[in-house]
Each structure stands twice: as structure tokens, then as C-alpha cells.
């Protein structure tokens, strides 16, 4: 017969006798079955972290390959959304009944959708990272949604200072003309002689989370990106043609916004939401073209014991 194989965390002590806070792994590549609300399913290559907690001091150490033959499971046989994140995290814990009462796993990866353009319709392919974290810590569920959104901003003193010298570039062509000429202007306002400044503008990260109740089933990743790209008006395009860059130019000088102005935008966007978000925090990110370092705000829904700025 086979000579049984030794189980060293079954049947060894611990060196030194402690309680852990969390032991697994991280950074687990797998494919994974993604449902977001109002999309097909798709399969996302996704970076994973999975933990227990090791209550018992003296234990040498948890199962480390049966948190990863769930996660497997789910990767081959089934899809990822609320309610079977809810039953891995259960499995975390049965599976290490007398070892933990504490499981969290962590699903981060590109979330792709296609997006049209503003005027000529045409499609394409804009990725937007999410993760997705799930705790169970004796019998209390937490699972958050997080999604980063890119987006354009205008600075509004900039924008005052360009319309300042454009006005200044125009007393000092047309004021000694008697009899303005229409036409002329037309021209003159067509060339860099006529604007003669520009507002600077940065590419910007809202970066959002959310806390989900049970009223979940799949994900509400889209419905994040069509509340954040609504609210601030701006979004960054995938396929453009020049009607499209036009239009895109129209609205940053239609937006113009400091970090502040899109942090309350997105507030007050996200608590008219639906209420499968119990809770959310927002960091704006300008990653400023004009300064070396980035115009930042952050606000939460301001819920008692909730999210913390």
C-alpha cells in the first residue's frame, strides 16, 4: 500500500502559539465569469486575494489549497456575482470550521464596455478597472463594488484667464476700426491670432466605491459608469471622429470644474441613486497639466459608521 503523505498544518503545533489576523494568498490569476447588471456575461482575466483568518494560537496554519479549489470551482463551473460571492466566502469558513470565522476575497480586474462616440456614433472598447471585495466576518456580510472612471476637466480660472486675453487680442485688432466688419471677425476669431489663449484641461479619475446589499444579484458596474460619465458630462472617448472631438471640446467649455465641483456633482448624483448602494466614498483625481502634483476630493455619503474620508 501507499505510504500516506504527512499533514504537516493537520498535525504539528505551532512554533510560537498566536492568533492571525489574515492568512491566504494574493494575486491568484484566473479567468472569471462576470456578470454586471444589464450586460452579458464576460470573462475577465482577474488578479484574486483570498483569506481567513487563524483564530486558533496553537494551529500551524490554515488550507491554503482549499481556498484556491473554490476559487477554481467558481473560474470553471460557475459565474461571479453576488449571491455566489456570498457562498464562496461561505466555503472560506466551513472549509476551516475550527480554524476561522473571519473570510475575505478580493476580485480586481479590467471591466470592458462599449461606448459610442457623441455625435457619430461610432463604437469602441473602454476598460475600466473594478474590484470587487467580499467579507464575512462572523456571519456579518460586507461586499463592495469599486470602479475607477476617466473623464475630462476644464479649469474654470483658466478658462476666465484665455477669455481674458482673447478679449484683450480683440480691443487690440478691431478698436481702431470705425466700422467693424462681420465677416472680418469671423475670420480673425478663426485663427490663433484670435485665440490667442486656451483653458488647460487634464485627464481626471473618479474613483468610486460602493457598499451592496442583498438587493444585488449582478453587479451594477455599467450602472456606476453611466451615473459618473452623466454627472460629470465629460468622459474620455474610445473611437472619434472630428464631430465627435467637437463636441467632446464643447462640453469641457460647457463643464468647467474644479476637483470640488466634480466631487459634489458625483455626491449628489450618487445619493439620488438606487438603493442597492447602502453607502459610498469618492475620490476625484485632476491630474493637473498646469502644477507637477494632482487637485484632489474626496467625500462620502456620510453614513454613521460608514465610510470614512
Known amino acids: 500500500m501507499p505510504t500516506s503523505m504527512p499533514?504537516?498544518?493537520?498535525?504539528?503545533?505551532?512554533?510560537?502559539?498566536?492568533?492571525?489576523?489574515?492568512?491566504?494568498?494574493?494575486?491568484?490569476?484566473?479567468?472569471?465569469?462576470?456578470?454586471?447588471e444589464g450586460e452579458p456575461e464576460r470573462m475577465v482575466s482577474a488578479h484574486i486575494d483570498a483569506f481567513v483568518n487563524l483564530k486558533e494560537p496553537?494551529?500551524?496554519?490554515?488550507?491554503?489549497?482549499?481556498?484556491?479549489?473554490?476559487?477554481?470551482?467558481?473560474?470553471?463551473?460557475?459565474?461571479?456575482?453576488?449571491?455566489?460571492?456570498?457562498?464562496?466566502?461561505?466555503?472560506?469558513?466551513?472549509?476551516?470550521?475550527?480554524?476561522?470565522d473571519n473570510a475575505k476575497v478580493q476580485f480586481t480586474f479590467d471591466y470592458h464596455l462599449r461606448r459610442k462616440s457623441l455625435i457619430s456614433g461610432k463604437l469602441g472598447w473602454k476598460a475600466y478597472p473594478v474590484t470587487i471585495t467580499g467579507r464575512l466576518n462572523k456571519g456579518v456580510l460586507t461586499v463592495e463594488l469599486a470602479v475607477n472612471i476617466a473623464y475630462s476637466s476644464?479649469?474654470?480660472?483658466?478658462?476666465?484667464?484665455?477669455?481674458?486675453?482673447?478679449?484683450?487680442?480683440?480691443?487690440e485688432q478691431f478698436s481702431q476700426q470705425n466700422d467693424v466688419d462681420l465677416d472680418a471677425i469671423h475670420d480673425w476669431l478663426g485663427t490663433t491670432d484670435g485665440?490667442?489663449?486656451?483653458?488647460?484641461?487634464?485627464?481626471?479619475?473618479?474613483?468610486?466605491?460602493?457598499?451592496?446589499?442583498?438587493?444585488?444579484?449582478?453587479?451594477?458596474?455599467?450602472?456606476?459608469?453611466?451615473?459618473?460619465?452623466?454627472?460629470?458630462?465629460?468622459?474620455?472617448?474610445?473611437?472619434?471622429?472630428?464631430?465627435?472631438?467637437?463636441?467632446?471640446?464643447?462640453?469641457?467649455?460647457?463643464?468647467?470644474?474644479?476637483?470640488?465641483?466634480?466631487?459634489?456633482?458625483?455626491?449628489?448624483?450618487m445619493n439620488l441613486a438606487v438603493d442597492e448602494f447602502d453607502d459610498f466614498w469618492l475620490k476625484i483625481n485632476h491630474l493637473e497639466s498646469l502644477h507637477a502634483h494632482d487637485a484632489v476630493s474626496v467625500t462620502t455619503k456620510g453614513v454613521i459608521g460608514g465610510y470614512q474620508p
Open 195 to 269: 485665440i490667442v489663449a486656451t483653458p488647460h484641461s487634464q485627464r481626471s479619475i473618479a474613483e468610486v466605491k460602493v457598499k451592496l446589499n442583498n438587493k444585488v444579484q449582478d453587479f451594477p458596474i455599467s450602472k456606476i459608469v453611466d451615473l459618473v460619465e452623466e454627472a460629470l458630462k465629460t468622459p474620455v472617448q474610445a473611437a472619434v471622429k472630428r464631430e465627435d472631438e467637437q463636441e467632446f471640446a464643447r462640453l469641457n467649455g460647457q463643464n468647467l470644474m474644479f476637483c470640488e465641483d466634480a466631487a459634489r456633482r458625483l455626491q449628489h448624483a
Open 154 to 171: 476644464t479649469c474654470p480660472c483658466s478658462a476666465a484667464l484665455a477669455r481674458q486675453l482673447v478679449q484683450k487680442a480683440f480691443k
Open 58 to 100: 496553537k494551529a500551524k496554519g490554515i488550507h491554503m489549497s482549499r481556498l484556491y479549489l473554490l476559487i477554481d470551482e467558481l473560474s470553471s463551473n460557475n459565474v461571479l456575482n453576488y449571491n455566489n460571492l456570498v457562498t464562496l466566502l461561505d466555503g472560506f469558513i466551513s472549509s476551516h470550521h475550527d480554524l476561522s
Open 7 to 36: 499533514d504537516i498544518a493537520n498535525h504539528t503545533t505551532a512554533q510560537t502559539e498566536g492568533k492571525l489576523d489574515w492568512v491566504g494568498m494574493s494575486n491568484i490569476e484566473m479567468p472569471i465569469m462576470v456578470v454586471s
